[in-house]
């Protein structure tokens, strides 16, 4: 009885327990079954909604308006356009006067009035049909002055950003005055005649300048702005070749200058030397004669 209690269950357990390899076992069972159900919470809690939860989210939503209004990123990004209304029936007929252009553009670009002839500083646009049209601004900007010139006729001035101005001549009509404030676009005055260029008819005469110096129209048609800001540096470059130029000439003319006086003072001193090679000739003579008076006494 007492050999078949022994191998009873009781002693088949004790006997597992006592086994090295059993407690760490459970133990790691154990951690096995909580980590499931750890990781098993976390997918129920980042389940994606179903299409009824995504229905009512979409009968709930109700956009939040932005107070603020959008700032306009079209001034910054503002190309400069032809002072015209219809650029189609519109075209140049005087252009800006450029000594780097072609022999036939820099004929056009002369201007002729009372017997003389003068470079012209801008362009001038006429309509096909020879009639009036509407002028408007090519650029964003104040009126800075308004004023009707004896040879140009009425002249409006805008001025813009970065020491650019924009010169409207020869307007008909003027419908700005002083200190308004355009968009490009909106309209200037009309086209109309004056005596400098009375030889285009109807027309507008338009500049542009950048820091007080003009420069052709025609580059810069359908550019940005900011491509102003490259005539500077051009005419910097231009400015500081011109100097180096001028001060190499001025080093050679110095230079021929001081090899001239050079030259000058060793003439003068060979002058000086020749009475000495004279005197010495002189001597040479009179020594000459003196012996050849001696042998004629003897004689």
Do not use: C
Not at 22 to 32: E, K, N, Q, R, S
Not at 91 to 103: C, G, H, L, P, W
């Amino acid at each position: 009885m007492n050999e078949e209690f022994n191998g009873g269950p009781k002693n088949k357990w004790s006997r597992i327990y006592r086994k090295k390899w059993f407690f760490p076992a459970v133990y790691l069972t154990i951690a096995a079954l909580l980590l499931s159900v750890v990781v098993w919470y976390q997918n129920m809690d980042n389940q994606i909604p179903d299409a009824t939860d995504d229905q009512e989210l979409t009968d709930n939503y109700s956009p939040v308006l932005d107070e603020q209004e959008a700032e306009p990123v079209i001034d910054q990004q503002e190309l400069i356009q032809m002072p015209v209304a219809n650029m189609d029936q519109a075209e140049i007929v005087t252009k800006f006067f450029d000594y780097n252009a072609e022999q036939a553009d820099r004929e056009n670009a002369l201007i002729e009035y009372n017997n003389r002839f003068y470079q012209s500083t801008g362009v001038d646009i006429a309509s096909a049909n020879a009639e009036t049209f509407d002028v408007i601004a090519a650029i964003s900007g104040t009126v800075e002055e308004v004023k009707e010139d004896p040879l140009l006729g009425n002249v409006v001035v805008l001025t813009h950003e970065d020491g650019v101005k924009t010169y409207y001549a020869s307007l008909d009509e003027v419908t700005v005055t002083a200190g308004s404030k355009l968009t490009q676009g909106d309209t200037v005055g009309t086209a109309g005649k004056n005596l400098f260029g009375k030889d285009n008819g109807t027309h507008v005469h338009f500049e542009i300048r950048k820091d007080g110096k003009e420069i052709n129209p025609e580059s810069y048609f359908n550019q940005p702005v900011s491509s102003l800001g490259s005539v500077s540096e051009e005419d910097d470059s231009a400015v500081n070749e011109e100097t180096d130029a001028t001060e190499e000439a001025e080093d050679d003319s110095a230079v021929n200058e001081e090899t001239d006086a050079t030259d000058e003072s060793e003439d003068v001193i060979e002058d000086e030397d020749s009475p000495e090679d004279d005197s010495d000739d002189t001597e040479e003579e009179t020594d000459e004669e003196s012996d050849d008076a001696v042998e004629d006494e003897n004689a």
